[in-house]
């Protein structure tokens, strides 16, 4: 196994100090092996498990980067020791009583950025967490997901690249196990960057599984066991994938989210079933790589938390670039063939269908995961449907001590609402009046292209009998667009005209990402359609389309026909 420097900040390096082992030491977890002196001060770093130190790539007084490899480890097993009369053995660790000022269980965007806002606050913080730092977003969520968008839209650009003026050559490689590799590698300086955040904020991090035991104390078990009582705790304990009742989903062939992020062979075809953000996203990913993609969707859109017109035309999009689309579609089993490839069984309004591929993606969605934790003990109480924590407004549940944020609510599934919920949380606890408010909460779809969504929709301004206007304006008519070979899409603005302020947008094309953070500030402050077009736009740039809009919802756009 390998021992890396931790994530130090702003990309800046380390020197090392002493080597206090040499190759062929045995070694044992929490042994020092070197010290690293950064401009934060000297870093340890420590073994993490028994073995024998097989190499030591560095020399004293080299400069050391985030996540460099520094020692080789062969891990070796331990023969327990028999107890000596004074030391009498125990079939598991002693229990050890800790007390904390705030006690957070999952370490993922909701809770790591309330346990930073909350130290820095002044208050003493300890943090539960199974697994890894970063929670579903930074280990097998949206960072990873990301990460091989990017690779496959490299690849998009290669094929296209004669377009540009530059010939790539008669032949392109995909390399999978380097895409995975790489997204792994941009997972784990983020993870490593989330510990170091812990060790600078002193927030004690525990690893284990939480436990309730009553309204203020958490039992914690994992290579140690606490009892931890806390003045305030805050569940953050996120969401798992959902649970398919599909005969066969069971069969080797068959992934979900986090086993694609994993997939180190590309198949030549994939059956997706499920044509929501998880699944689109993967769509796309897929398609670009140069996979045969299938999408089956039992709604009679794809993306059904989007606009109709949105919907229709990233449907447009996905025809385009060679993804299948069967929507109205319901899947009845997965067989597997005699080839050893996977029949996927669906029914819409003309009867039974087979679709034949390598490889199927059940991309259903996820729910609140509550497993183990055991709320009944401290008293919490669900919400109405039963599906997540009841929380007010500034996320207190039924307890005035107890929180709960994040995908566990199942208010809304976004890492960055988690975060802005974490904060919301702490503020509650030590007095403060702010409250969450979902009005302005964007949405981004990694898609290609991209889409991005805030505030209202057009069919909610309809279902609540609004006075409304709406403009639209197309990325054919923006000059940087048309540099990247991107014209596709729309950018959609909605008015109250009652106050005249903007209250919803929606863009499908490039940088939505991006141009999303303008509208949200736009709504959020309850802007103007005159406050936007009074408004300087840098030339070229995308975020030109924004203003065109708000252009639209008055006199009309001025470079579009």
Do not use: W
């Not at 290579?223 to 805050?234: E, L, M, P, R």
């Not at 086993?259 to 953000?277: F, M, N, W, Y």
């Not at 299948?324 to 319901?330: D, R, Y």
Request: aromatic share 4%.
């Amino acid at each position: 196994m390998q021992i890396k420097m931790s994530m130090i900040p702003g990309g800046k390096k380390g020197k090392a100090g002493r080597i206090e082992v040499k190759v062929g030491d045995k070694v044992s977890a929490g042994d020092s092996l070197v010290q690293i002196e950064t401009g934060k001060g000297n870093r340890t770093i420590e073994a993490t498990e028994v073995g024998v130190i097989s190499k030591i790539l560095f020399e004293e007084g080299d400069e050391i980067s985030s996540n460099q490899v520094l020692f080789e480890l062969n891990a070796i097993q331990v023969d327990i020791p028999v107890q000596s009369k004074q030391q009498p053995s125990t079939d598991a660790p002693q229990t050890r009583d800790m007390n904390t000022d705030l006690l957070i269980i999952g370490a993922g965007p909701g809770g790591y950025v309330a346990a930073i806002y909350a130290a820095k606050k002044g208050l003493q913080v300890t943090i539960i967490e199974k697994e890894e730092l970063g929670g579903t977003c930074l280990n097998v969520g949206c960072i990873p997901t990301k990460a091989l968008v990017k690779s496959s839209e490299i690849c998009h650009s290669v094929k296209n690249s004669s377009l540009f003026g530059i010939k790539a050559g008669n032949e392109l490689q995909v390399d999978m196990k380097q895409i995975i590799r790489r997204k792994d590698e941009v997972k784990e300086k983020l993870v490593s960057g989330v510990g170091f955040l812990m060790e600078k904020n002193k927030v004690q991090v525990v690893h284990g599984h939480a436990s309730f035991l009553s309204a203020k104390t958490v039992n914690v078990t994992g290579k140690n066991n606490y009892h931890i009582s806390a003045k305030n705790i805050i569940v953050a304990t996120g969401s798992k994938i959902s649970k398919v009742n599909i005969p066969g989903i069971e069969l080797p062939f068959v992934m979900n989210s986090t086993e694609a992020l994993s997939c180190e062979e590309l198949p030549k075809s994939i059956t997706i079933i499920g044509g929501g953000v998880i699944g689109m996203e993967f769509a796309f990913i897929y398609r670009n790589l140069g996979v045969e993609v299938h999408v089956v969707e039992f709604m009679d859109r794809l993306l059904t938390m989007l606009d109709s017109d949105i919907s229709e035309e990233i449907k447009h999009m996905a025809q385009q670039a060679g993804i299948h689309i069967h929507t109205n579609s319901k899947v009845s089993k997965i067989q597997r063939a005699d080839d050893d490839e996977a029949i996927v069984t669906y029914e819409d309004s003309k009867g039974e269908h087979l679709l034949v591929s390598e490889k199927v993606l059940v991309a259903i969605g996820r729910e609140p995961n509550l497993d183990g934790l055991d709320i009944e003990k401290a008293g919490i109480q669900l919400n109405d449907k039963g599906k997540g924590i009841a929380v007010d407004k500034q996320m207190r549940t039924n307890l005035k001590h107890v929180y709960a944020i994040g995908d566990v609510t199942n208010i809304i599934q976004l890492a960055h609402v988690a975060s802005h919920q974490g904060i919301t949380a702490v503020d509650a606890l030590l007095g403060e009046t702010n409250s969450m408010h979902y009005s302005a909460v964007p949405n981004v779809i990694f898609t290609s292209p991209e889409i991005a969504s805030v505030g209202l929709s057009e069919d909610e301004c309809k279902q609540r009998g609004m006075d409304y206007s709406v403009s639209k304006v197309s990325f054919e008519s923006n000059g940087k667009a048309l540099t990247m070979n991107e014209p596709e899409g729309f950018i959609k603005l909605i008015k109250d005209n009652n106050s005249g302020k903007i209250v919803g947008g929606s863009i499908i094309g490039p940088d939505a990402s991006s141009l999303i953070s303008s509208l949200t500030l736009a709504i959020a402050n309850e802007l103007t359609e005159q406050q936007i077009t009074q408004t300087i736009f840098a030339h070229p740039t995308t975020g030109e389309v924004i203003h065109e809009a708000a252009f639209g919802l008055g006199i009309g756009a001025l470079h579009q026909a």
